[in-house]
């Protein structure tokens, strides 16, 4: 079975500030790694995912994530937030070859004017 | 283009009254997905569907029961509510492929069960 750590439940930084969000997971086999965002009272929409190929993979809105086999993590980074940043972000993983998706219990960012 | 579809979008109910939550997606997809959201849990599986006429639980499934109606369809049954389901509930849809797609979520329905 696989699982998510999502290492910081809150992220506060102030705008124009870089940040990481971290995510670490466990998986007996080979997976797909996605990051999704959640604004207040809406679905969530993915930010962005790795599939294979390049370990840096680039989103939406700034956003990319590093793939670290050897550490299993997948950290979020922006160079520089902005106030609309401000939601919760999730760190999902799926086995390959499964239907299956597990999900991280969340990061909430908090971009301070 | 609508995508994947949730009604109602707000619902009470008092313990040990049923309701069904209904799911439509619109992109022909083949896997469907239930998940409930709480406060410091993240998203939690409750059933899934790989494909038209299959359904497999997933990590919280007591107290729920799931249909795959068709293609399109995947509805969330409980059928004697309790106060630990009051949850935000998200249906979520993905395409072909082995695992590589990702899930397209609905807006939610936020149910209080008083």
């Known amino acids: 079975a696989q699982s998510v750590t999502q290492l910081d439940s809150q992220v506060p930084v102030f705008e124009e500030a870089p940040v990481e969000l971290r995510c670490n997971y466990s998986s007996s086999v080979s997976v797909y790694l996605f990051w999704y965002v959640q604004y207040p009272n809406q679905g969530l929409q993915l930010l962005l995912k790795y599939l294979s190929g390049s370990t840096l993979v680039k989103g939406i809105n700034g956003f990319e994530a590093e793939f670290n086999k050897s550490q299993t993590s997948f950290h979020l980074r922006k160079p520089s937030v902005h106030i609309s940043d401000t939601a919760e972000y999730f760190c999902?993983?799926?086995?390959?070859?499964?239907?299956?998706?597990?999900f991280g219990i969340g990061t909430k960012l908090q971009v301070i004017p | 283009n609508a995508g994947v579809t949730q009604t109602p979008k707000f619902q009470v109910l008092k313990t040990g009254q049923s309701m069904t939550l209904q799911c439509a997606q619109d992109?022909?997809?083949?896997?469907m997905y239930w998940y409930r959201q709480d406060p410091g849990m993240g998203l939690r599986l409750i059933y899934y569907s790989a494909s038209e006429g299959t359904t497999d639980k997933g990590e919280v499934p007591n107290g729920y029961n799931v249909s795959r109606l068709n293609k399109r369809e995947f509805s969330l049954r409980l059928e004697s509510a309790a106060p630990s389901q009051t949850s935000v509930y998200f249906c979520?849809?993905?395409?072909?492929?082995?695992?590589?797609?990702?899930?397209?979520f609905g807006n939610g329905t936020r149910l209080t069960v008083t």
């Open positions: 999902a993983v799926r086995p390959g070859g499964y239907q299956k998706v597990t």
């Open positions: 979520a849809s993905s395409g072909q492929g082995a695992g590589n797609s990702p899930l397209h």
């Open positions: 992109m022909n997809h083949n896997s």
